[in-house]
């Protein structure tokens, strides 16, 4: 279910990029997530001088990775803002996203979560245990853009923020986060952390 979702997904993404395209239109591809096979692209149009919206996609294809399951997808749109003329420099961004996900929840990235205390969900897992649900995300952006010339740059960026979800929790194949006395469609969880970053190879298309 999640392939079919994220190829609906990518061609929204590659039907938005083909739409006419606004001057100094940039698209990106994360090279830092590309490492990992995990494709991250993503197309930002400025507004003004010292603004833009972008729209990037996130999506792992992976049945599973070192044994354990990694299908994930996120979409981001964002409004920025660049401290220096023509988007270039420091800038902050906000965003809200949405996200599926079949894996274990990274712990290591969580900044906050008030359910950490009696929570499995927040310690080492097991081998073999993940969860699977859908989350949104509502947070910023800090980041950097440099230009290497007119048309190539490169952006290093790192996003978090509050993340809700709602996911069903197993270990293989059978549920273990609930129990017959407790049993729910779905579990939930509220966490802060970082969900985003990386560093984009920048590209500012042809006739901008």
């Not at 273990?176 to 729910?184: A, I, S």
Request: glycine residues 12%; proline residues 4%; positive net charge.
């Amino acid at each position: 279910m999640i392939k079919k979702h994220a190829i609906t997904l990518v061609t929204a993404i590659i039907c938005f990029i083909a739409m006419p395209l606004h001057a100094q239109t940039e698209v990106k591809f994360n090279m830092a997530t590309a490492a990992l096979l995990i494709p991250n692209v993503g197309i930002e149009i400025p507004i003004s001088n010292h603004s833009s919206v972008q729209l990037d996609v996130l999506a792992s294809f992976w049945d599973s990775f070192n044994g354990d399951p990694l299908q994930i997808i996120q979409v981001f749109p964002e409004y920025r803002y660049y401290l220096k003329p023509e988007r270039s420099g420091a800038f902050v961004g906000g965003h809200i996203g949405f996200g599926m996900f079949t894996m274990q929840k990274p712990g290591y990235l969580v900044l906050y979560d008030k359910y950490t205390v009696g929570s499995p969900y927040n310690k080492k897992q097991a081998d073999g245990s993940y969860q699977s649900g859908r989350a949104t995300f509502y947070g910023l952006t800090l980041g950097y853009k440099h230009w290497l010339n007119d048309r190539w740059g490169l952006e290093l960026f790192v996003g978090g923020g509050l993340s809700q979800s709602n996911y069903k929790g197993y270990s293989r194949l059978e549920r273990v986060d609930v129990g017959e006395e407790n049993y729910r469609d779905f579990n939930g969880s509220g966490e802060v952390l970082l969900y985003r970053g990386g560093i984009m190879l920048v590209y500012k298309l042809k006739g901008s």
